[in-house]
Structure formats: C-alpha cells, structure tokens
C-alpha cells in the first residue's frame, strides 16, 4: 500500500503529502523501519532466504 490509499490519486495531493513526510524524516521526527540491511553481493541469499514478511524493510545497499 502507498502513502495514500484512498481512490483519489491526485498528482497534487501525492506530492504535498511525499513532501510533507520527507521533511519529517529529515528532522528525523519519523524514521522508516528498516529490518534487514544486505550487500549487494548478498542479494540472491537474501531473496532465497525470505520466507512470510517481518517488520520493517530489507534495504539494499548498492554503494559503499
């Protein structure tokens, strides 16, 4: 599910909220929930290894 759910996908809307909820994360007033962090190289043992979703996100890092 996306940051609005509701039918109303007004372009407008969308970007006052992406925008609103960017700020917050850059006082750090919320913070996204981060489960697992990979390596890259780490990817296909990662996918093999997912079973029901945990809390949080898997990220991925691409970059040093």
């Known amino acids: 599910m996306g940051v609005l759910a509701g039918p109303d996908k ?3 809307v969308e970007a006052a909220v ?10 750090q007033t919320i913070t996204p929930p981060v489960g697992t962090v990979h390596s890259f190289i780490d ?5 093999a290894g997912q079973g029901a ?9 691409v970059a040093g």
């Open 53 to 61: 979703p945990g809390p949080g996100k898997s990220v991925v890092r």
């Open 43 to 47: 990817v296909p043992d990662m996918i």
């Open 18 to 27: 992406w925008s609103r909820l960017t700020h917050l994360a850059a006082e």
């Open 10 to 12: 007004d372009p407008d």
